[in-house]
């Protein structure tokens, strides 16, 4: 810290640190830009790392992973957030009068893998968890019934009440295929809703179109499950209206009626996925139960939590890691074991469990959205670099140029990642960050 402190770079180490919003593992990078004259060739201007603090600049590591970064993952759930609300309320470049076309907040669960421990709630009370008077005994000897009443907090919540008789590999397969199960629903979703009323899907398209914004969220016993905004407009999109007779009730109906028909299969293995029977649909209004804003910030809260949250690891897992000595619950470490075991399987390589272990076989997006939903993810960064952009030409650093008379020739390679405990403690001064947890963070 008294090194960087005394540097005389600080100054502009500082200016860097600032600009990275707080960034926990900034990425440095090491390299020029050089702008030419396209008509002479002439060197307008150059930029180089070398004159920068270490001859790095620090850039944002734009993580959506709250674990590994809060500051990047706030920006991502901050425009995650921006990005639903439009498509409830307009903004944004999305007309506002979506806000009166029909819209559901839509939640499609997992089948079960097998009794795991629960807390439910009744009137204020938390119940048994699974209390049976004449409980079975499994093969493995466990009486399959459990009489706690778990504190919200309790680390045996989502795991199972027997671990040998629990599905390790259905939960993670269900994961790795529920991307195509989603997608076959929103197909179902179209034809089902068409045929409601009295249409074909060719036909209802010249009328009305579905629009989705989903986030996948990890239940506690280790399987995504999925949260959608799901809303009527008509036959271009947000701008024009959905005709009268496309109601909500009408697309609950459908929704209910898809999400009970799909199924995919693991063909290699004749394992067919559905979903679990618990599906939920909500209207979502402007003043009533379920307001844009709190669907909005739902959405968004997930889109930053990944499997860490089931006590896995929040990153890649190597195939010469040591699973037994891995810092997780004994939950975890199994559904990692399946992923890895089924992911040798060389009819399962399309699945690509190795890869996404630490994810539980899951390798979706978390938040995705149909083409018409709203604006981008990718507008809302671009809107953001331009406006540093202009930043750095009023501040002296980028010149002026017209865009299309220039050639700019840049070169960047990665020079690491990372701040020095000192600089951690520089940074969180310099950007309000709160600090991560000393000693606790192996980053
Ligand atoms: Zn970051
Ligand atoms: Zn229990
Ligand atoms: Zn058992």
Redesign the pocket.
Known sequence: MISRLHDPDYNRWACQIKRTGGCRQPIHLRGKVEHYDQATGHLLHRYSTNNEPNGVLRVACKTRRASLCPACAEVYRADTYQLVRAGLVGGKGVPEAVSSHPCLFVTLTAPSFGTVHTRREKNGKVLPCHARRNAET???G?TMSCTNRHRADDPRLGEPL?P??YDYDGSVLFNAISPELWRRFTLALRRRFARLNGLTVKALRGHVSIAFAKVAEYQRRGVVHFHAVIRLDGPTGPDTPPPTWATADTLAQAVHHAAAAVTAEVKPLRRVFRWGTQIDTRPITMDGDLTDQAVAAYIAKYATKAAECVGTLDRRIQPLDNLDALPIRDHARRLIAACMRLGNEPALVDLRLIHWAHMLGFRGHFSTKSRHYSTTLGALRAAREEHMRTEEITTGRLPLFEEDTVLVIAHWEYAGQGLSLGEQLLAAALTGVRLPQIGGDPQ
Do not use: E, I, L, T
Request: aromatic residues 0%.
């Open positions: 499994c093969p493995h466990q027997c040998d008789c």
